[in-house]
């Protein structure tokens, strides 16, 4: 019988050795082997609402075009068809930053096709036609938009402008960690959001447009993603926010204020070689004495 109890007790420990291991009880990387050139960063799995990583995601400052998330959830929202055919009209105030657009003032593009490049090209007057044909105009879309952050709990957020090209169009990396999880809700915004290119046809007069994604990273097989919003002002840094599968998990991956074009690239890349490894790799010196200078800013601001 004390044998026969031996052999259940060493079958059982044969049994629990060789199971696989729990992911969910998988170690988290540690953070001090992740190093970012971005000066504020969140990282977050999307299916648990766990924090992976984060650094400086309580402080509001500049997104610039990862406004346009928050854009699109109004648009959506608001019922209007995306199919209708709307004027383009042209911007009813002065507009010092990124004012150029290829989009023929008094032609008509329907607003589905308007959101879409909005969000995959960055398009800023696709912007402000759609809230020109919101209910009420652009006052009453900016103001829609302030709900929808108040509603999604995003305490210090505030927004201007439905382009992101104000400065005072402000937030958290830890604010807009909320924004990118509720926008992955949306089918449109996650179609189109992450499209490579893109042609649009106009009326009155007909032309076309081509367009491609200010992301690079949508046209990469290594990722897989399955949202994305770049950002860019002089105030703002280079910004990106996505979502992105690794290692089959959904990955929330907002960077604020970056150096340099490509950084925001080499810190998606970064974060996921930490995930995956448990090594984020190295910073370029530039890239790195910016993010300490502009830290050390932000600490001084918040003491």
């Not at 019988?1 to 060789?18: D, G, H, T």
Request: proline share 5%.
């Amino acid at each position: 019988m004390k044998s026969l109890r031996n052999l259940l007790i060493l079958a059982a420990w044969l049994v629990a050795v060789s199971a696989p291991a729990d992911p969910t009880t998988a170690p988290r990387p540690p953070a001090d082997r992740l190093q970012l050139a971005s000066v504020h960063a969140l990282v977050l799995d999307l299916d648990s609402g766990e924090t992976l990583y984060a650094k400086r995601v309580q402080t509001p400052v500049p997104i610039a075009s990862v406004t346009k998330l928050m854009t699109a959830m109004v648009v959506l929202d608001g019922g209007q068809p995306l199919e209708e055919w709307v004027t383009i009209v042209g911007w009813d105030r002065d507009i010092e930053k990124n004012a150029y657009s290829r989009l023929r003032r008094g032609s008509e593009a329907q607003r589905g096709e308007l959101l879409r490049i909005a969000l995959m090209s960055s398009e800023n007057l696709a912007t402000h036609v759609l809230a020109s044909h919101y209910p009420g105009g652009v006052e009453a879309f900016v103001a829609a938009m302030n709900a929808k952050a108040e509603a999604l709990s995003m305490t210090r957020t505030w927004f201007v402008d439905p382009a992101g090209l104000s400065p005072m169009n402000r937030s958290t990396a830890g604010d807009l960690g909320k924004m990118v999880r509720a926008a992955f809700d949306y089918e449109r915004i996650r179609e189109y959001s992450t499209g490579y290119q893109h042609v649009v046809q106009f009326r009155k007069p007909r032309y076309t447009l081509g367009y491609g994604n200010t992301n690079p990273l949508v046209a990469s097989s290594r990722w897989d993603l399955a949202l994305s919003k770049t950002g860019y002002l002089n105030e703002a840094g280079r910004c990106l926010a996505m979502i992105t599968k690794i290692d089959k998990d959904p990955v929330a991956i907002v960077l604020l204020n970056s150096f340099g074009k490509r950084t925001p690239l080499g810190d998606a890349g970064r974060v996921r070689r930490w995930l995956t490894t448990g090594d984020g790799g190295k910073v370029a010196a530039p890239a790195l004495e910016y993010e300490r200078r502009m830290g050390r800013a932000v600490e001084d601001l918040t003491l």
